[in-house]
Nanobody
Framework: QVQLVESGGGLVQAGGSLRLSCAAS????????MGWYRQAPGKQRELVAT???????NYADSVKGRFTISRDTAKNTVYLQMNSLKAEDTDVYYC???????????WGQGTQVTVSS
């Protein structure tokens, strides 16, 4: 089992920045990739960015050049630095972890990001 706790969401003006954090606990050595997803009411959850255990990253086209995902393995934490925020980035952001071998997925409770235009 893996537990994920997000923090860092909030209200920011368009053009501003926020940094989200996701702390993992439990069977952390079983974690392969971690990532961030977001979801608006009534819409499907969509990928924002992912990072593997080897540091390979992947981003949604809509956030490339503005968001940066990083991982501190010593702290078992993944970050999402969000710059040049737009109103359309407003969503609930969820942290995700995928285990080696089983590909079991774990989710955090979500953190609200609101960008005012």
């Amino acid at each position: 089992q893996v537990q994920l706790v997000e923090s860092g969401g909030g209200l920011v003006q368009a053009g501003g920045s926020l940094r989200l954090s996701c702390a993992a606990s439990g069977s952390i050595f079983s974690i392969n990739a971690m990532g961030w997803y977001r979801q608006a009411p009534g819409k499907q959850r969509e990928l924002v960015a992912t990072i593997t255990s080897t540091g390979r990253t992947n981003y949604a086209d809509s956030v490339k050049g503005r968001f940066t995902i990083s991982r501190d393995t010593a702290k078992n934490t993944v970050y999402l630095q969000m710059n040049s925020l737009k109103a359309e980035d407003t969503d609930v952001y969820y942290c995700n972890a995928v285990q080696f071998n089983t590909n079991n997925r774990y989710w955090g409770q979500g953190t609200q990001v609101t960008v005012s235009s």
